[in-house]
Structures are given as C-alpha cells and as structure tokens.
C-alpha cells in the first residue's frame, strides 16, 4: 500500500481549501525516520504521538502526554495516518474544520526501532505494529531514551499506553509537559500560535 491510500482517511476527513494542514506528499523521508509530537488544543487539549513509517505518520492521541516517570501509563488512542510533511505543522485548524483548534510542534526528532535490534526475528515497525507492542528510542529535543507503546486489546481500534522505559532518561519526579510547555519549533506558546494564525 503507497503512502496515498493509507492517506486516504486523512484526506477523507479534511476540506485544504478551509484547513492550513499539509496536504501530503511533499516531505522526503531522511536517513532516520523521524517522531514529532503535536500539542493539540482542540475540543479537549491532548498530544498526538506520531511515528514515521513507511512514508507515513502512524499516530496516537495521548490524552495527558507522554510522561518520564516508568511508572506511569499514559493511555494513546490510534488515529488516522497522516502526512509525513504534518511534522512541520504548526498552526491553527479554523473552527468548523476536523480537530479545530491550535496545534504545537512540541517535540520532534528522529526515532530508533530498538525492538527490532533486540529480538531475534528483526521485527520492522510495521511488524511490531501488527503486534501491538513497539520500542523506540526517542531523540528528541525534549525527550530522549525509549518509549514502549503497547495495545491493550487485539482489535484495529483497541487502546493503547504510551510508557517510558527505566533508562538513563527516565526521571520520577519530572512533568515534562509542565516544565516545557512550548513549541520545539518556534518556541512559541499555544496562545502565542494562536494569536500569530
Ligand atoms: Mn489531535
């Protein structure tokens, strides 16, 4: 399947003569795949977890943020696919529209399939998908170190928790969305995005 038709619910639910939201098919794949996570402030503010595989974004919204506490689930809901080129997106979706409301870049950066360096059956992330449980490395400008991602269920929809790995960059007491607030990209605030369109 190209990255066109599993943008195709994506294309679906957005109107790109109302939406500033990338269209899709303009953002080359680098050397590394990347992540990017988007604060969201729509109906109800949430972050949307996103991964590069195969030409596209595999996204979860995570309702309270990822968290570097391994103690800590944080739940992740699938949503649809998107663009590779929505990393880059930062603005606001105009009322009316799917997911109106401000979106952040708040991290972004290259991941690791590290499952994948540590099983025996080279699993790919679109195998550890299929699964339902996915370990990358992070290098992000905010986060770092792995993240486990595990469905809880085994049907295309079941819910899934977001959680740090105990490494070197877990920290118990941290509360990454707190302390850094702002955009990765332009260091701006969720109201100063707004504020600028
Ligand atoms: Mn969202």
Redesign the pocket.
Known sequence: MGADDKLKEYKEKRDFSKTPEPEGGERESGDEPIFVI?K?D?SKL?Y?FRLEVDGVLKSW?VPKGPSLDPSVKRLAIP?EDHALEYADFEGVIPEGEY?AGTVMVWDIGTYRNILQEKSDDNATMVETLEKGKVEVELNGNKLQGGFVLIRTGNSEDSRWLLIKMDDKHADGDADIVQEKPKSSKSGKTLEEIEKDG
């Open positions: 988007q969201h729509a949430h949307d919204a949503t997911g």
